[in-house]
């Protein structure tokens, strides 16, 4: 596998990773205290920016024709910045919709209220996947690529 495909691979980690502790979960699985809020604090996330994130997903897919590995790995590590606009726009969306016709400032807050939670999270998937990819580049598992296009 090439490190332009591991970056594709890895927009679905953000889905797949509360989703696979969620079903873990919901069939009786075991654990302690800290998976079990860890299990919680990662469901929630999908509920919130489950589709914000989609939508970021689609688009970074889609710019990621053409590119080099390097400008991908770059992009990495704007990613959670380019997610807080689009979290903020489906989160005011949502607000309004669910609050209607009561709308008021208290009700359109939870974007900013939730946004350092969206950067702690992206950082730490931003971590999780370039960290993943130094480990298997080393292990000869993914090839170096840097310079190659899609």
């Not at 903020?88 to 669910?98: P, Q």
Request: net charge positive; with cysteine.
């Amino acid at each position: 596998m090439s490190g332009r495909g591991f970056y594709r691979w890895s927009l679905f980690l953000p889905i797949l990773a509360p989703a696979a502790l969620l079903a873990f979960e919901l069939t009786g699985g075991r654990h302690g205290p800290l998976l079990g809020g860890t299990i919680e604090f990662l469901g929630f996330s999908l509920v919130f920016g489950g589709i914000p994130y989609g939508l970021l997903a689609l688009w970074l897919a889609r710019w990621m024709r053409g590119k080099t590995e390097n400008e991908i790995r770059r992009v990495s590590y704007l990613a959670p910045i380019l997610m807080l606009p689009i979290f903020w726009g489906c989160l005011f969306i949502y607000e309004i919709v669910a609050s209607w016709p009561h709308a008021d400032a208290q009700h359109l807050s939870g974007g900013a209220l939730l946004s350092p939670f969206v950067l702690l999270l992206g950082y730490a998937y931003v971590l999780l996947v370039n960290g993943l990819l130094m480990l298997l580049k080393k292990g000869g598992v993914v090839r170096n690529d840097s310079q190659q296009t899609v």
